[in-house]
Structures are given as C-alpha cells and as structure tokens.
C-alpha cells in the first residue's frame, strides 16, 4: 500500500462547478500538507499549504485536512478552464515530500 | 531572480550512454532534490541533499549519482543510461515549509 494515495481520474466537470479532489494517507505523523498545480509539460507550482488540522482558503480554493480520517481535500469553485491542470497531494515527512499520483483535471467550456 | 534552472531541456540517449542533468537554484535554499515524474506514478525521488556537502537516497536511487556541487547546484549523472530511465526529470529546492520550487523539467529518452 502507498504512503499516499490519490485517485489518478481523469475528473471531467463543467464550467462553474465545485470540484472536489482528495487524499488519503497512512502515515499519522506528516503534518504539513501541500496541494500543487501542474499544467502539461511544466514544473508542478505550489497551490495551497496546510498545517495539521482544519481549513484554509485562497480565494477560489479551500484546504481541507481530516487528521482522524487521514484525509485531505481540495475543493475548487466557479471553476475555469483554465484549471484544467493535474493536481498533486504532497505530504511533508522530515527533508522529503511523499506525493500523491496527481488528479487530471478538466474543465469543460 | 531566476528561481530553479536545468539543462538540457530535452536529451536523447543510446543505451549505455552517459549524461549529467544540471540544476541550479538563485534563493539560497539549504535543500535539493531529483524527481523523475512517469505517467500514473506521481513524482518519485531519487536523491536529495537537505544542506551542502550531503546527499541522500531517495526512492528510485538506483542507476543515478549525485553531486552537490555548492549552496546553488545539484546535479544528477547517469553512467550508463537505460531505456527504464526515460523518464521527465525535475529539480527542486527547498527553503522552508511552504516554499519549494520546481525547475522546468529535462525530457529524457533513452533508446
């Protein structure tokens, strides 16, 4: 079983809608948790950043992390088109991040 | 402030050949790291230096070394490249919590 794990989709939605990504994981000790953007062919970028428990949100983007469940979710509203990307679950564990597969995600016009 | 670079941005390679993928970073971070990123296995870790002068392994480590060069450059050498290596490399650096930094990415194919 993977550290992390995340469904790979791809996540088909039209425009305007909420979207829902998520994580779970094994390992109760991470304690920072990380959602990355990566748009074809390039470098992933850093999204959002959560510390232990709890929500937090970044304009049109919410973190949201369930340590009781190992659970981490990213949720997206009024998406756009141009969040079409894959997203990435990323979990910090002493120097490493441990990384979700990626989510493709696709906005439709 | 250029953030992370590497080069090649593309390589092509024969089985057996050896090449060195270069990369370096302008924000004075402390830690680096080597991704290979494979269609439906996220990005997997093959070395990374948390500070200079060490490196350690990562998850994939085998069939690569590594040189921490300085403060600003970590480079990945493969000495005898297979076709399992093809493969999008990317560097990374690392300053603190929230702040890592991914370069552009080497498209590797080993034939």
């Known amino acids: 079983q993977k550290e992390v794990e995340q469904d790979p989709g791809p996540l088909s939605v039209p425009e305007g809608a909420i979207v829902s990504l998520n994580c779970t994981y094994s390992?109760?000790?991470?304690?920072?948790f990380m959602w990355y953007r990566q748009y074809s062919r390039k470098g992933p970028e850093l999204l959002m950043y959560t510390y232990s428990s709890g929500n937090k949100e970044d304009g049109r983007f919410t973190a949201q992390v369930d340590k009781s469940s190992k659970y981490i979710s990213l949720f997206i509203r009024d998406s756009q088109p141009s969040d079409s990307a894959t997203y990435l679950c990323?979990?910090?564990?002493?120097?490493?991040?441990?990384w979700g597969a990626g989510t493709k995600l696709i906005i439709k016009p | 402030n250029a953030g992370v670079t590497q080069t090649p941005k593309f390589q092509v390679l024969k089985t057996g050949q050896s090449m060195t993928l270069q990369c370096a970073q302008d924000m004075n971070h402390n830690s680096m790291y080597w991704y290979r990123q494979d269609p439906g296995m996220g990005l997997r870790l093959i070395y990374y230096?948390?500070?200079?002068?060490?490196?350690d392994k990562g998850e994939v480590p085998n069939g690569y070394n590594v040189s921490r060069l300085n403060k600003r450059e970590f480079s990945l050498r493969l000495e005898s490249a297979a076709p399992s290596q093809t493969s999008v490399y990317f560097c990374?650096?690392?300053?603190?919590?929230?702040?890592?930094?991914f370069g552009p990415g080497t498209r590797l194919t080993v034939l």
């Open positions: 390992n109760s000790a991470f304690q920072y």
């Open positions: 990374a650096s690392w300053g603190g919590a929230d702040t890592q930094y």
């Open positions: 230096s948390a500070s200079e002068g060490t490196t």
């Open positions: 990323a979990m910090r564990s002493n120097y490493q991040l441990i």
